[in-house]
């Protein structure tokens, strides 16, 4: 499975960006995707996970509300639409998928070192 995300830019606070990850190799259907950040300086954390099934969405308190995760299983692709951007969200942005104990994403993100494929990453700043 390869990953590739895609979307990510210079925000002004309180915009809205779209990311984007686009799997090949393989179905996600088979993963629990997740969307892990790291700000500058610190390490990397989950902060959102749909499940393999796609039934089931969780995100961390810190962005509840404002983050929404989608699967497009047509396009092997899931997307990660970001609104009221803070300047704390300032981050790289990766998308992670897993096949373990943590496909059903009831508990939230994975622990990342549970994440089995890794994307590049995508910068998101948030400045004005």
């Known amino acids: 499975l390869q990953l590739v995300e895609s979307g990510g830019g210079l925000v002004q606070p309180g915009g809205s960006l779209r990311l984007s990850c686009a799997a090949s190799?393989?179905?996600?259907?088979?993963?629990?995707v997740g969307w892990i950040r790291q700000a500058p300086g610190k390490g990397r954390e989950g902060v959102s996970c749909?499940?393999?099934?796609?039934?089931?969405?969780k995100y961390v308190d810190t962005v509840k509300g404002r983050f929404t995760l989608s699967r497009d299983t047509t396009k092997n692709m899931v997307y990660l639409q970001i609104d009221s951007l803070r300047p704390e969200d300032t981050a790289v942005y990766y998308c992670?998928?897993?096949?373990?104990?943590?496909?059903?994403?009831?508990?939230?993100?994975?622990?990342?070192?549970?994440?089995?494929?890794w994307g590049q990453g995508a910068q998101v700043t948030v400045s004005s």
């Open positions: 992670a998928a897993t096949y373990g104990n943590y496909k059903d994403c009831y508990s939230g993100p994975a622990p990342v070192h549970e994440y089995d494929y």
């Open positions: 749909i499940s393999a099934s796609g039934s089931v969405t």
């Open positions: 190799g393989d179905s996600l259907n088979y993963y629990a």
